[in-house]
C-alpha cells in the first residue's frame, strides 16, 4: 500500500472504491486482483494490520484502570447513553460526538468509525446467510420493492466469501439459515447444550454455535482465534476477519492497489456526455486542498449512510436531488436491527463445571415464526436470538464483604450458571424512516450533516411482545430458575446493522459502470 500525494494534479485510476471497511475491502481485493489499478479513499487516518496500541494491555496498564474520565466522556455524549463500553483500551477507534455532529428529528445512535478498516476492525463478527424467506419477503408481503435477486444467485459468493474470510460454525440443515464453507465450531458449554436439547425436543427449534468469522484453523498468515476475547483492541493474530487482516493485503500484493487516507468524499461527478459517474472530489482532511479523482468504476462502500450522503451531495442538472435518485427513493427506508431485550435464568445443575478460555462467541437461534402456516403470527418478518450461559467469577463475592480463610474457600469454587436469550428482531423498510441532508448544520470540513428521522413502528413493537415471551418459555422448558424477561429498550442505530438508503431497483439502469452500498431493499 502507499501514499498518493501527487498535490493537485488530476490522476486517473481503472477504478475508485470509497471506503476501506468490509465492502470496500472485499471490492478493492477484487478490482485489483483482476488487475484493475483501483484507488481506495479512506476518509480517516492510515491504520496497518497490527497497529493495535492496547492489544497486548492488561486494564491495570491503560490510563485510569482503562475507564475514561468525565472530561473525557464529554466528546463521547451519544455513544455514552448508548450503554456501550468505552474505554481507553479502544476509543481511539471510535470518532468524537463532538466534531462529528447529525441532528435527530427522533432519537438515533449511530455508531461510526473512521480510520482504514472502519468498522471491519470493531464488528461483531457473527455471519449468517440470507435465505429466500428474506429474499422473497417483500413480494410476498406487498412491502416496498422486490429484490432482483434470489439466494441461488447469491448462494455462489457466500461460498467464495466465507472460503476466503474464514467463518467457523455448525451447518443445521435450515431452510431460513442456510448452510456454508464452515471452519470447525466453537464449542457450546454445558447449560448452552442443556438448553438447546430441550429447545430441539419440546419445540422443535435449533440452536447453534454463533456462525463467526473467527478462525479455528489457521488461513493463510492468519493465525487461530487465542480466545482472549479482546476483539474491539484489534487482533494482532489476524483471527477474525477485518480488512486490515484480510482483503486489504490481498489487495496490496496485486501490486494494483494505491490506498489514500485522510480523503473527505465530498461528491461523485457527473458527465452528461457519457451519462456515466466520471470522477470523485474530495477534501483532503488535513491540508483542506481539492483533489479530483478520475475512473470509469466507482464504487460507493462508505457504509450505507456515508453512501447514501455522498449520493444526496452529488448533485447535476441531471440529479438535482442527488446522484441516481430519479426514484426519490435516496435516503429512505433506513433499518436496523431492533434488540436488547429477552429473557435470562440461572442453572445449578452444574455446580462441578467450569469453562476454560474468553470464546468470543455466543449461540445463535434462528428464525422459528412466520416460517409457515403453523408459525404465523399477527406481525410480519421474525426474529433470532443471540445470548449464551456463563458462570459467575470472583465478582460475585465483592458484596459479600468476607475476609480470611472462608472467604478464599468460597473464591475457589465456581460460582452459579447463568444463560440469556438476546434478540435480534428485523425492521420493515418504511418510506417514512429516512436520513436527509442538514445544510443548515456543517461539519468542521464545512460539508452537509445528517438529519435521523427513523422510530421503529407497530410491527416492530408486536414483535417485541413475541421476542420476550418466547425466549422465557424456552428457557422455562429448559428448567432454568429464577427466569426473568428484560426490556432495556433501544433507539434506531443502536444494533449498528444500518440498512437501506440506496436499495437495489429490479432493473439496474447504467449510471455507473458499476457502483455498490451496504444496503438491502
Keep these: 500500500m502507499y501514499f498518493n500525494s501527487k498535490g493537485s494534479e488530476d490522476v486517473t485510476y481503472d477504478a475508485i472504491v470509497i471506503g476501506s471497511g468490509i465492502s470496500g475491502g472485499w471490492a478493492a481485493k477484487e478490482l485489483s486482483e483482476k488487475g484493475l489499478k483501483t484507488l481506495v479513499l479512506e476518509r480517516g487516518r492510515m491504520v496497518k494490520h497490527g497497529d493495535y496500541p492496547t492489544a497486548n494491555l492488561d486494564d491495570w496498564e491503560l490510563p485510569n484502570r482503562n475507564i475514561l474520565t468525565e472530561e473525557e466522556w464529554k466528546d463521547y455524549q451519544i455513544q455514552r ?6 474505554t481507553p483500551a479502544h476509543a481511539h477507534w471510535w470518532p468524537k460526538d463532538s466534531e462529528n455532529p447529525y441532528s435527530e428529528t427522533k432519537p438515533f445512535d449511530w455508531i461510526r468509525s473512521y480510520h482504514m478498516g472502519g468498522r471491519s476492525l470493531l464488528w461483531g463478527r457473527q455471519s449468517y446467510r440470507l435465505s429466500d424467506f428474506d429474499f422473497e419477503a417483500n413480494a410476498k408481503e406487498g412491502v416496498a420493492v422486490d429484490w432482483p435477486v434470489r439466494y441461488k444467485d447469491i448462494a455462489p459468493w457466500y461460498d467464495y466469501v466465507e472460503t476466503f474470510i474464514g467463518v467457523s460454525g455448525q451447518n443445521e440443515g435450515l431452510s431460513q439459515l442456510p448452510d456454508g464453507k464452515f471452519l470447525p465450531p466453537m464449542e457450546l458449554n454445558c447449560v448452552e447444550q442443556k438448553l438447546k436439547a430441550s429447545m430441539k425436543k419440546k419445540f422443535n427449534r435449533a440452536m447453534t454455535i454463533g456462525r463467526t468469522a473467527h478462525l479455528t484453523q489457521p488461513i493463510g498468515t492468519r493465525g487461530t482465534c487465542q480466545s482472549r476475547n479482546r476483539c474491539m483492541r484489534g487482533c494482532p493474530y489476524g483471527a477474525y476477519f477485518s480488512s486490515l487482516a484480510s482483503t486489504l493485503p490481498a489487495a496490496e500484493a496485486s501490486g494494483n492497489l494505491t490506498i489514500r487516507p485522510f480523503s473527505i468524499v465530498t461528491e461523485i461527478v457527473y458527465d452528461t456526455n457519457t451519462q456515466k459517474a466520471k470522477s470523485v472530489r474530495i477534501k483532503d482532511a488535513e491540508t483542506g486542498e481539492t483533489h479530483e479523482y478520475f475512473a470509469k468504476i466507482i464504487f460507493t462502500c462508505a457504509s450505507s449512510f456515508g453512501s447514501a450522503q455522498i449520493l444526496m451531495q452529488s448533485t447535476s442538472d441531471r440529479f438535482p ?40 462467541n455466543g449461540i445463535y437461534v434462528p428464525r422459528f415464526q412466520n416460517l409457515d402456516a403453523a408459525t404465523k403470527k399477527t406481525y410480519l418478518r421474525g426474529f433470532g436470538y443471540q445470548g449464551g450461559g456463563s458462570v459467575e467469577n470472583w465478582a460475585r463475592m465483592i458484596k459479600e ?15 452459579k450458571w447463568t444463560i440469556g436469550l438476546m434478540a435480534f428482531g ?55 430458575k429464577g427466569v426473568k424477561t428484560y426490556d432495556r429498550g433501544c433507539n434506531p442505530g443502536l444494533g449498528i446493522h444500518e440498512m437501506g438508503t440506496a436499495r437495489m431497483a429490479e432493473i439496474q439502469r447504467p449510471l455507473y459502470s458499476m457502483a455498490t452500498t451496504n444496503c438491502m431493499p
Excluded at 436491527?337 to 478460555?357: M, N, P, T
Design 401 to 415: 464483604a468476607d475476609f480470611g480463610t472462608a472467604f478464599k474457600a468460597a473464591m475457589a469454587q465456581p460460582g
Design 426 to 480: 428485523e425492521c420493515l423498510p418504511y418510506h417514512d424512516n429516512k436520513i436527509s441532508l442538514n445544510k443548515e448544520k456543517l461539519d468542521k470540513y464545512g460539508l452537509p450533516t445528517l438529519t435521523m428521522d427513523v422510530e421503529w413502528k407497530q410491527n416492530e413493537l408486536e414483535m417485541r411482545k413475541d421476542m420476550m415471551a418466547s425466549a422465557e418459555e424456552m428457557l422455562n422448558a429448559a428448567g432454568f
Design 81 to 86: 447513553r448508548t450503554g456501550y463500553t468505552m
Design 321 to 360: 436531488n442527488g446522484l441516481g435518485n430519479d426514484s426519490g427513493e435516496l435516503g429512505h427506508n433506513v433499518m436496523d436491527h431492533h434488540f436488547r431485550l429477552g429473557a435470562e435464568g440461572y442453572d445449578d445443575e452444574f455446580s462441578d463445571k467450569y469453562f476454560k478460555g474468553r470464546r468470543p
